[in-house]
């Protein structure tokens, strides 16, 4: 299963290093200016990630030398994590606040602690669900018309995004808009620990503007030294008996600590105004793959995801309803515990200004409980311009919970 996976990943990038349509684009971007390139697959590559005087880049330079290629000339496989240095992710924080220096510190978000029912014998699971915004679609499509550009180079505002990541130390991280899976994620989070997954969008809208780094997708890491990889599947949903621009990763892993299996999906449905069915038939099609690998709810379920729904769309009280037995975590952030917060996406486009919320972690109510949440940025924080910004890199919010087992098997 993960030999296939592995496969699947390294031939969706071959095949676009090989497509004429997009190769120009995908090297022009990741490899040094003026430096004359092969694109033979029997070649060695290295990815540069930006300055060369950095430790961050010069690791993560080393990250991408595929040694797999010329045994395997088919397709480029990235090498294998065990045999890369590791990297501590304290320095590596260091070496992102280094690059970031001119840029104002990130804001300081707590942990809101929540009741929980049944104490538990092993560490909470940390998951972090987060939309990180295409680089593509931040530069050449978004239109974020109160966003200096220089806030949105891709040199400083990775380093924001790795920040974030590395502030938080997820278990499990869900990530939306992933256009720089290979040349960044996976090269340096596999050298953190984590195993990763990437799914493009078959007709990525990255892939119309000029100077792209491929297609965006969904990605799922997690550690490799908490839990075990049991299957893997990735999805593309339908709506109306259509299949559509919109995927899902949906993984099994086994904690390693307890050996309780859980099901960890992560999804990006359709957007814009006026897509509501189309979002609650995509809502549909990823509940019923659901309902089949957790076999009808006997394995716990947690669902990250951008929805680009609000909690009065029909695909949100789908979710709310299903007989997954599901709950919203950030519900539990309200003094009632009912309500969602009043946004995860504050944005100013030429349209106007955009303050919904969109992005939600589901778990599974009688197997799950959530101990934490991570607060929200408040108004005074995310200031008068709007997401993304010089203290933010993203025009959504990062979500974090710390899940629990309620019961041992």
């Not at 309500?339 to 939600?360: F, M, V």
Request: contains cysteine.
């Amino acid at each position: 299963m993960l030999e296939t996976m592995l496969e699947e990943n390294s031939r969706i990038f071959y095949h676009f290093l090989l497509n004429k349509k997009y190769r120009r684009k995908i090297f022009k971007v990741v490899l040094p200016a003026k430096k004359k390139i092969s694109l033979d697959p029997c070649t060695q590559i290295v990815y540069p990630m930006g300055n060369g005087t950095s430790r961050l880049y010069s690791a993560l330079a080393k990250t991408l030398n595929s040694s797999a290629a010329s045994q395997h000339p088919e397709y480029l496989v990235a090498p294998d994590p065990e045999h890369l240095e590791p990297i501590d992710p304290k320095e590596l924080l260091e070496e992102c606040r280094a690059v970031l220096h001119t840029r104002p510190p990130r804001f300081q978000r707590d942990f809101v602690a929540l009741p929980a029912d049944c104490p538990s014998s092993h560490p909470p699971i940390r998951v972090m669900q987060w939309n990180i915004l295409a680089q593509a679609l931040g530069e050449g499509k978004d239109n974020f018309v109160q966003c200096p550009i220089e806030a949105l180079k891709w040199e400083e505002r990775k380093c924001l995004i790795l920040e974030e990541i590395l502030a938080y130390q997820p278990d499990i991280l869900c990530l939306q808009e992933v256009d720089h899976y290979f040349d960044t994620f996976q090269p340096l989070l596999s050298r953190l620990g984590y195993q990763g997954t990437f799914f493009p969008k078959p007709w990525s809208p990255c892939l119309d503007v000029e100077h792209n780094n491929g297609p965006d997708g969904c990605a799922l890491f997690f550690l490799q030294n908490r839990f075990k990889l049991v299957n893997s599947a990735n999805i593309r949903l339908t709506a109306m008996t259509l299949k559509t621009n919109q995927v899902a990763i949906a993984q099994t892993l086994e904690c390693k600590e307890s050996s309780r299996q859980f099901c960890i999906a992560v999804t990006h449905l359709k957007a814009r105004t006026g897509w509501e069915r189309f979002r609650s038939a995509q809502g549909c099609d990823l509940l019923q793959n659901l309902q089949a690998i957790t076999q009808g709810a006997k394995i716990p379920l947690i669902v990250c995801g951008d929805f680009n729904a609000e909690p009065t769309e029909e695909v949100y009280k789908h979710f709310a309803s299903s007989s997954l037995n599901l709950n919203s975590a950030y519900k539990l952030l309200s003094a009632d515990g009912q309500s969602e917060p009043p946004y995860t996406t504050w944005k100013i486009r030429t349209s106007g200004e955009c303050r919904h919320t969109l992005d939600y972690i589901w778990y599974s109510r009688q197997a799950l409980s959530v101990r934490s949440a991570l607060d929200l940025l408040t108004e005074e924080q995310i200031g008068p311009n709007r997401l993304p910004s010089f203290n933010y890199p993203s025009d959504h919010l990062s979500l974090v919970c710390d899940f629990s087992f309620n019961e041992e098997p």
